[in-house]
């Protein structure tokens, strides 16, 4: 079994930063793309940041100058650096990433972390 954890959310005041982290865990043979999505209430889930396994990053103009994402192969781990955050920001924060699984023949699936939450107060 496969499994993408989060953590490092919480509550910060409106220009403040947080980090967020994302750990792949279980039975990888290798992993591809992963990415951070976030969703607020009422709104569709969006990407904020997505990175290959080669380091490429890519962000939307949201977010652009303010988030910076970042992986570690070795262990697995993704992370998010949120700086500048406002009110917009809040959301709940979901890891995804492209995992080929063992055995490698089964080919790679998107598996996605249980979300946690940011909240920015004004």
């Known amino acids: 079994q496969v499994q993408l954890v989060e953590s490092g959310g919480g509550l910060v005041q409106a220009g403040g930063s947080l980090a967020l982290s994302c750990a792949a865990s279980g039975s990888i043979f290798s992993i591809r793309g992963m990415a951070w999505y976030r969703q607020a209430p009422g709104k569709q889930r969006e990407l904020v940041a997505a990175?290959?396994?080669?380091?490429?990053?890519d962000y939307p103009d949201s977010v652009k100058g303010r988030f910076t994402i970042s992986r570690d192969n070795a262990k697995n781990t993704a992370n998010l650096q949120m700086n500048s955050l406002n009110p917009e920001d809040t959301a709940v924060y979901y890891c995804?990433?492209?995992?080929?699984?063992?055995?490698?023949?089964?080919?790679?699936?998107?598996?996605w972390g249980q979300g946690t939450q940011v909240t920015v107060s004004s």
């Open positions: 995804n990433a492209d995992i080929v699984s063992v055995p490698p023949s089964l080919g790679a699936r998107r598996y």
């Open positions: 990175i290959t396994n080669s380091g490429s990053t």
